[in-house]
């Protein structure tokens, strides 16, 4: 029942959420807090005046998304925008249940000061809390031309359902990831175990300016890049010791238990919500190795198609990401039978299983894991090619459908010892003329001529650091 609260209170309720009218900015409790590397890609989207767009930020539970509209805020303020043009409303408030968007607008401007500003922002987070938010929030950029608005939730796979069907031309997407290994570096101060080294000549597996960066203590390196498999992909695990000790209460009660239980089911209408639980579960223990709808029903006792259905789900829900396997000939197969799934997050496992150590048998797959999440805001479509005598774990296709650049990926430095294991490799990369691959080790870093290919041997930590950063960092969102 719909407890009847006075205009009044609302509007008291409005105010507290909007503390820069009098004090000119945000609260200390999030201005302290360190900015993301993807503020730099998102203020721009709010910022831009000239396309009648709202900017809907969606992305997996507590990776920060909140922290990102505040510090937007912030920046705002300091560039000049008056702090009483800017309007933040949390949705999810009970005190604004049942209430349209537009209801909480005229409220805004009837204690507004000043009315006639040129340009007004408003913010509404959490906002798969509303029915029907997207008829709501295209009906607002259609209404109020003056007016840049900035939505955000947690329910990510219907918001992205609901982007995609209501807000074509009206909607910018932007997803906001679990943190990159660079990120959880920078969140704890330890960022100073990796140095710029010097500029990458451009290639087809890095076409923008970026760079190399070395390390001063591998040793180091690596014993971080376990505890950012096992809790790095939340800014709030990454730094609580106390969640730490116990990830699985928090990763599995606040974030896949809320998905699982409420976001999918609320969205789809998915009744068997054990069957669903079970599925997860069974990727998670397997992210990064390669599945088959045959190998998962017979695991499961779950029909194929239901875990099509069931895996298309995770997938919207930013949970998951499935990668399709070619041939030694780069040729896709017709009918995907066999692929790989990862979690976006490693830490899902942990929080899920327990932590890894380093010679955990199975750290090769979330090593493979942690790598393949820091390309989830990639355009680039990944693959991974498998045939009777050797597999590479990362192919890259060009827009011809042929292989451009290769990763193989390792948590040992077996494959930088023994050229014997290179044989695969070679004979894929001289067939498709491919001159640089890559190699990831444990802790070798160099480069070898072998065959007439020039091999990079890095580090995986390393690596992964590598991909993240300069992807993030020299990324433009269109």
């Known amino acids: ?208 300016k970026a760079y190399n960066y070395t390390t001063p203590d591998i040793n180091k390196l690596n014993e971080h890049f376990i505890d950012y498999i096992n809790f790095g992909g939340y800014p709030e695990v990454s730094l609580s010791k106390s969640i730490q000790e116990d990830p699985g209460r928090y990763i599995r009660n606040d974030i896949i238990d809320k998905v699982l239980l409420r976001d999918l089911p609320m969205l789809y209408g998915i009744e068997d919500i054990q069957e669903l639980n079970s599925l997860f579960t069974y990727i998670a223990y397997h992210s990064g190795g390669e599945m088959s709808l045959d190998s998962i029903s017979k695991s499961s006792g779950v029909a194929k198609n239901t875990i099509k259905k069931y895996i298309s789900y995770l997938e919207a829900a930013f949970l998951i990401k499935r990668i399709h396997r070619i041939d030694n000939n780069g040729k896709v197969f017709q009918r995907a039978n066999f692929f790989k799934i990862y979690l976006t997050n490693p830490s899902l496992r942990c929080a899920l299983f327990s932590p890894i150590k380093e010679s955990d048998p199975f750290a090769g797959n979330l090593v493979e894991t942690a790598i393949f999440s820091q390309w989830y805001h990639d355009n680039e479509i990944l693959h991974y090619a498998r045939w009777d005598k050797g597999e590479i774990d990362v192919v890259s296709l060009d827009s011809f459908q042929k292989p451009q650049w290769t990763v193989e990926i390792k948590w040992t430095n077996k494959l930088a010892e023994d050229k014997r294991e290179l044989k695969n490799i070679i004979l894929f990369c001289t067939q498709h003329k491919i001159k640089d691959p890559s190699i990831t080790t444990y802790d070798v870093t160099k480069t070898e001529v072998i065959e007439g290919l020039t091999f990079k041997f890095q580090p995986s930590s390393l690596y992964c650091y590598i991909v993240g950063r300069n992807l993030v960092r020299y990324k433009k969102i269109i």
């Not at 209404?143 to 031309?169: P, R, V």
């Not at 710029?196 to 451009?202: F, G, N, P, Y």
Request: net charge positive; with cysteine; aromatic share 14%.
């Open 1 to 208: 029942m719909k407890i009847p609260f006075s205009k009044d209170q609302i509007i008291e309720r409005i105010k507290f959420e909007n503390p820069w009218w009098n004090s000119q900015k945000i609260d200390g409790y999030y201005s302290a807090m360190k900015h993301r590397e993807y503020f730099n890609l998102f203020f721009p989207l709010v910022s831009e005046k000239k396309i009648r767009r709202a900017v809907v930020l969606m992305g997996p539970r507590r990776v920060g998304k909140t922290v990102l509209l505040y510090h937007t805020i912030q920046k705002l303020i300091t560039d000049g925008v008056s702090p009483s043009s800017i309007c933040y409303f949390s949705v999810e408030t009970p005190i604004y249940n049942g209430m349209a968007l537009e209801e909480l607008i005229k409220l805004f401007f009837e204690i507004a000061d000043d009315k006639k500003k040129s340009v007004f922002y408003i913010f509404f987070d959490e906002i798969q809390y509303l029915k029907n938010w997207e008829v709501h929030l295209k009906s607002l950029v259609d209404s109020y031309h003056n007016i840049k608005f900035i939505a955000s939730g947690s329910a990510a796979a219907a918001l992205k359902l609901k982007s995609q069907e209501s807000g074509a031309g009206r909607f910018t997407e932007f997803a906001l990831p679990p943190l990159t290994f660079h990120e959880y570096l920078s969140l704890k101060n330890i960022d100073n175990l990796v140095h710029e080294q010097d500029v990458i000549k451009e290639t087809a597996a890095a076409p923008y």
